[in-house]
């Protein structure tokens, strides 16, 4: 194995294991999977006690015999961050490296010291971090993705090798995103999929990424929900010929009649889960549509906005994250931010983990008009990614005033020298490839409206029209 390759031995041989555990954990029902949990979380507090001098100095007050999760403090990414190298447990893996590493975009997929993926994130915090996974963690991500997720999609069926199929993901690619970077990494670990698979990039014209679609002909599409629900307009116009056998959505919310919408126009199943960058695979769809929580490798916390557990069937105000997976960069108790619910029922599917609700991103697609007057589909995912890359802010607002006007407000604790100079530049230039050259942008500053709990906020809506008269 070279610098900057991943092991394909020793990746199968951890694969091998943990996907063996998940399948027998789902057989072996709720007992086999609480008392896993419970020695996963022992180990792993352990662990972060003795190896992260942050969780050290944190967890002072606590108990040192019988460590339980309600005895430790919440962490939040700012404070994770503003202490990475007193955070992880491998000297090695500082801050100042992990940055410089994710600096270099060649690298996305590449493997950090020959044994780390790292991901970087903003969310919908608008704080920027950088997560570091160890070998282990993304064995079991791989493993629950491969025994859990993809026996529910018709496209992975046992009688039709995966290798037959065609692989599109159309997901942000200017940085080293959880979704690039594990893409990326099935690619160097396994020639078959190099072969068979292909990635889009979301901030490319609608247009084009259709046009590119018909040329690969995808039997398998990942994207974001709102991207499926523009290529579904797309095929309805008449505009994109492709069968797939399944769409795969993760990363927003997606409602139960664009679900609809999209397998009317596609002929095929929709699936989705919910991840993180903190955690790939946090819950797994079933073919009732359920959302399943793989609570045999990650502890959801919902609460309320003091912190306090909420019971089953109530909407939290934020959620806490434990992953039992990840011993490089512990994550316990780690406030995820969104809102999430426990239900107290079970799914009539049979699988024995929770069912929770989820509710997520839910940002807007843009329809902005051309020159001619023609509407143009903008992802949000794209804007985003656009400002974020392009002019380095995380804390912003996008709202569509007009056909063809865009609102744009920054917070005034801009570190960028003329930061409403740069949006502004680097949103017309984005614009400007999706075929609009005659957007109007108007930036402002104030205060970004987020949750007083979780600190997420929405970024992209469309302004609905006053009504005028009673």
């Not at 202490?83 to 590449?110: C, M, N, P, Y």
């Not at 950090?112 to 996974?133: D, N, Q």
Request: proline residues 6%.
């Amino acid at each position: 194995m070279r610098p900057g390759e991943w092991s394909f031995l020793d990746a199968m041989w951890r694969w091998g294991g943990f996907a063996t555990d998940a399948g027998w954990t789902q057989a072996a029902g709720r007992v086999a999977i609480e008392r896993l949990r419970q020695e996963r979380l022992q180990r792993l507090l352990a662990w972060t006690r003795r190896h992260s001098r942050y969780y050290a100095t944190h967890w002072a007050k606590a108990p040192r015999r019988d460590l339980r999760l309600a005895d430790l403090p919440h962490v939040h990414k700012a404070d994770l961050m503003a202490h990475f190298d007193d955070w992880v447990t491998d000297s090695a893996v500082t801050r100042k490296a992990v940055e410089h590493f994710a600096s270099d975009l060649v690298r996305i997929g590449q493997p950090m010291l020959g044994r780390y993926a790292v991901f970087s994130s903003s969310g919908t915090t608008g704080v920027p971090g950088l997560i570091v996974h160890d070998a282990d963690a993304l064995a079991v991500y791989d493993a629950l993705g491969a025994t859990r997720m993809g026996a529910l999609a018709p496209a992975w069926n046992w009688g039709e090798p995966l290798t037959g199929h065609r692989y599109a993901l159309i997901a942000a690619t200017e940085g080293h995103f959880a979704g690039i970077v594990s893409w990326e990494r099935l690619r160097a670990l396994h020639p078959w999929f190099e072969a068979n698979a292909r990635v889009f990039p979301v901030t490319a014209p609608i247009r084009e990424t259709c046009a590119e679609l018909e040329r690969f002909r995808p039997t398998v599409v990942a994207s974001y929900a709102t991207v499926l629900r523009a290529l579904a307009y797309e095929r309805d116009a008449g505009r994109l010929a492709i069968q797939p056998s399944v769409l795969w959505y993760g990363g927003e919310w997606l409602a139960p009649i664009a679900r609809d919408h999209i397998q009317r126009a596609f002929g095929c199943r929709v699936a989705g889960d919910y991840g993180a960058s903190e955690f790939l695979n946090i819950a797994f769809e079933c073919e009732r549509g359920a959302l399943h929580l793989n609570d045999d490798w990650v502890v959801l916390e919902p609460v309320d906005e003091n912190y306090e557990p909420v019971p089953p069937d109530t909407a939290s105000a934020s959620v806490l994250l434990t992953n039992l997976a990840n011993h490089v960069q512990p994550l316990v108790r780690y406030e995820l931010g969104d809102s999430v619910t426990i239900a107290s029922k079970p799914c009539a599917c049979g699988r024995p983990f929770p069912v929770i609700r989820v509710d997520g991103r839910r940002d807007e697609i843009l329809r902005l008009d051309d020159s001619r007057g023609h509407d143009v589909p903008i992802m949000p995912m794209a804007l985003c990614t656009a400002v974020e890359e392009g002019a380095g802010e995380h804390r912003f607002q996008v709202v569509q005033t007009g056909p063809a006007a865009l609102r744009v407000r920054l917070e005034p604790a801009s570190r960028s020298r003329h930061p409403g100079a740069r949006v502004k530049d680097c949103l017309s230039q984005f614009l400007a490839r999706q075929g609009l050259t005659h957007v109007a942008i108007r930036v402002e500053t104030g205060d970004i409206a987020a949750h007083p709990v979780s600190g997420k906020f929405r970024q992209v809506w469309r302004e609905k029209p006053r009504l005028v008269g009673g």
